[in-house]
């Protein structure tokens, strides 16, 4: 195997390292090209641009592999909990019985977040969406805990922040929940596991108790399981770049949850309700809708289909596809928008305009739809995914600390004007 590629400009030849991961995938590293040559490389949306080496998490988009640390995700959502898998992201291993059990004892401990939040809190109109809140939470925790300002601090500062973020961000979630709705919010109970003890902070009431019914339990984390990281995508890539910066680790997360929020990355599972929801109050013409799609002069997209690194099938939604039906039969619902999802996803599938670009269903197709048939409030979906996604965040963020990567900053080619003088305000027509 060649050790370089050759780059030949202008008779000149330029020696490119090649760099090989465990999986065999291949890149050369352009790190030294510019000083060498003063070209630069030009790649928009990072289609094709690897931003760093990474040991959290592995994906294959033609085989529709995906694995955290190593184990297959199929592995993973059937055996493990969430609280596992965030041990195992983040300090890359699967715990012990004792590690396990000290990992939750650490995040039960910080859970309560400071009375003063619920004044920043009541400050929202009560419309606000709930992504815009936690990012201004997230942001906010940073107040309550100065001195987490400094990155370079101990492992064990930084660990704590690590816990703190874990621990707070689910209570700041049903605390944003409760107060839209103007219900008092509730506290987190330490008698309880993780998801348990966010579905009753989210759902309690003061003249009804919630009880965990156990299939939602189980659909909720598996939903947290199959988000909790996805290599270098938007967001991740958001909180490793406003990281690298020295940012800390409060602010870097709130970054990557504004990131999240757009409807093309983890604001789709909303998105995706309400397109089957307009399909449905349109009769179910999912045909109108495909044709939409296809129409290049029209900007709507099919919600939950297409993926930048998935090109044959996005294996997070054919685990949640799979149990979409079980979990919506053992939970009594008759969900219309489950059909007029299957509907749509046969008919994109024979189209050739899918076909040929290689558009299948991704996580937030089914994800959805799940979380629709669980009582999840629509707007709150994409805050479900950021409670997913937390550990994968939190993970990527510390190995770019221990990488000592340097400050993100991309280069560019200039297509403005050339040099002009200065035109005083009179003179301009
Ligand atoms: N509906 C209709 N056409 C689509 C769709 C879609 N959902 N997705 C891609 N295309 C078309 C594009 O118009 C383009 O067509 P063209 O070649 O004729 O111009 C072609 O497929 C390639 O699309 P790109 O936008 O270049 O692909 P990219 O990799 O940049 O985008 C993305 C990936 C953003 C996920 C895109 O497929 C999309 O917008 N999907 C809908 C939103 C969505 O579901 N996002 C969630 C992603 S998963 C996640 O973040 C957890």
Known sequence: MAEFAELNVDGKNYKLPIVEGTEQERGFDISKLRAESGLITLDTGFKNTGSTKSAVTFLDGEKGILRYRGYPIEQLAEKSTFLEVAYLLIYGELPSGQELYDFKSEIK????????????LQGFPSNAHPMGVLSSLATSLTAFFPE?????????????????????????VAWSYTNARGIQANYPNNNLEYVSNFLKMMFDTPNEEYEVDPNVLEAMEKIFILHADHEQNCSTSTVRFVGSSQANLYAS????INALWGPLHGGANQKVIEMLQNIKNNGGDTKKFLDKAKDPNDPFRLMGF??????????????????????LERLGVDDPELEIAKKLEEAALKDDYFVERKLYPNVDF?????????????DMFPVMFTIGRLPG?????????????????????????????????????
């Open 393 to 429: 965040w939190i993970a990527q963020w510390k190995e770019m600390r221990l990488h000592k990567e340097p400050i993100g900053r991309p280069r560019q080619i200039y297509v403005g004007s050339p040099e002009r003088p200065y035109v005083e305000i009179s003179d301009r027509s």
């Open 366 to 378: 089914y994800s959805g739809i799940i979380m629709n048939a669980i009582g999840i409030p629509v």
């Open 253 to 256: 997360v709130a970054a990557g």
């Open 148 to 172: 987490s300002l400094d990155p370079n601090r101990s492992p064990e500062q930084i660990n704590l922040t690590i816990i703190r973020l874990l621990a707070k961000i689910p209570t700041l």
């Open 306 to 327: 297409g993926h930048r690194v998935y090109k044959n099938f996005d294996p997070r939604a054919l685990i949640l596809k799979k149990r979409a039906d079980k979990i």
């Open 109 to 120: 401990k910080h859970q309560l977040v400071h009375e003063d939040m619920k004044t920043i």
